[in-house]
């Protein structure tokens, strides 16, 4: 077997091969969206969703042909997301994964239309292949991707997050707001990679409960390093929360008990898993890697 980091890199290089493949090729018209669209997907991120869907497919012995179309549909539904969030009328940044942001490298129509096509094709995906041979089974997963990205997940979290700028949340309600925004896709990346096999409900269970650690725990360290980290390890621009007055895990906690808070998700993820025994280990050493990153 690998070691954890032979199989992050593998993993990570024929993803990129297959969203090259399920894009629409550049030369192909509208070209000006088409270019957008692979600008803004290819070559940057860490992938954490599809390497949460790959190693939770590892759970219920997906093929992986079949996960990796989930762990595209999924992480389309994540580009389209950064590409609107750093639209002007939202967060309005210019730099994400080290390049200019879509709307500052084309334009702002374009950068709107990349993430509709994006969410378009997620869908697509979903629907064209072959990723359970259960078709109930398919079409409740194309159900679970668009509950988790509309407005009673990932969109509704965002929702929330714009309303919240200057306001001073409590804990609960901060919680509310990431459990949709952040950890409704990071949910729906590992039932997906789980659903692309035979899923039982037991794991399912297991996978739900690390799934919530996990979420939150994504986003308490993503607040930490958002204060503390600097703009060139991120590749976007550091203290954007501080900037926007908006309420994070480090104004709410403070930097220490917000680590501390990280680390005790981090245990109960690892204690959801335990049931699961070996085929769990990569969502294990995933959630060391969330937990213990520096971008
Ligand atoms: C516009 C509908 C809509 C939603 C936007 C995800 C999101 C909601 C906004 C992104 C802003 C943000 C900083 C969210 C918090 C955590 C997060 C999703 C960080 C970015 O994810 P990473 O670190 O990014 O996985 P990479 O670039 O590695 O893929």
């Known amino acids: 077997?690998?070691?954890?980091?032979?199989?992050?890199?593998?993993?990570?290089?024929?993803?990129?091969?297959?969203?090259?493949?399920?894009?629409?090729?550049?030369?192909?018209?509208?070209?000006?969206?088409?270019?957008?669209?692979?600008?803004?997907?290819?070559?940057?991120?860490?992938?954490?969703?599809?390497?949460?869907?790959?190693?939770?497919?590892?759970?219920?012995?997906?093929?992986?042909?079949?996960?990796?179309?989930?762990?595209?549909?999924?992480?389309?539904?994540?580009?389209?997301?950064?590409?609107?969030?750093?639209?002007?009328?939202?967060?309005?940044?210019?730099?994400?994964?080290?390049?200019?942001?879509?709307?500052?490298?084309?334009?702002?129509?374009?950068?709107?239309?990349?993430?509709?096509?994006?969410?378009s094709l997620a869908f697509q995906l979903l629907s064209a292949h072959c990723l359970n041979d259960d078709a109930a089974r398919q079409l409740e997963m194309v159900k679970l991707l668009a509950v988790a990205s509309g407005s009673r997940g990932m969109a509704g979290g965002q929702a929330i997050d714009l309303e919240s700028v200057g306001e001073q949340l409590a804990l609960p309600e901060l919680e509310q707001m990431h459990i949709h925004k952040t950890g409704a896709l990071i949910r729906a990346a590992i039932l997906l990679g789980a659903h692309c096999g035979k899923a039982e409900q037991a794991q399912l269970v297991a996978l739900e409960r690390y799934a919530h650690c996990m979420g939150l725990a994504f986003q308490v360290v993503d607040d930490v390093l958002d204060a503390e980290a600097d703009t060139a390890t991120l590749g976007k621009t550091a203290g954007k929360d501080a900037d926007n007055d908006k309420p994070t895990y480090v104004t709410l906690l403070g930097a220490r008990q917000a680590r501390q808070m990280a680390s005790e998700l981090h245990s109960a993820a690892l204690d959801a898993l335990r049931p699961l025994g070996t085929p769990a280990r990569r969502l294990q050493e995933l959630a060391d890697f969330i937990v213990l990153r520096k971008y």
């Open 1 to 119: 077997m690998p070691d954890f980091q032979s199989w992050v890199t593998g993993h990570q290089h024929r993803f990129e091969d297959v969203l090259r493949r399920l894009l629409p090729a550049g030369d192909v018209a509208p070209q000006r969206l088409h270019q957008a669209m692979r600008y803004s997907v290819l070559d940057g991120g860490k992938r954490v969703r599809p390497l949460l869907a790959f190693a939770a497919g590892e759970v219920t012995h997906a093929e992986p042909e079949r996960v990796q179309v989930a762990a595209a549909a999924v992480e389309l539904i994540h580009a389209y997301s950064l590409v609107h969030d750093d639209m002007p009328c939202m967060d309005d940044d210019v730099l994400r994964r080290g390049k200019p942001t879509c709307h500052v490298e084309y334009d702002e129509a374009t950068a709107l239309l990349v993430g509709d096509a994006l969410q």
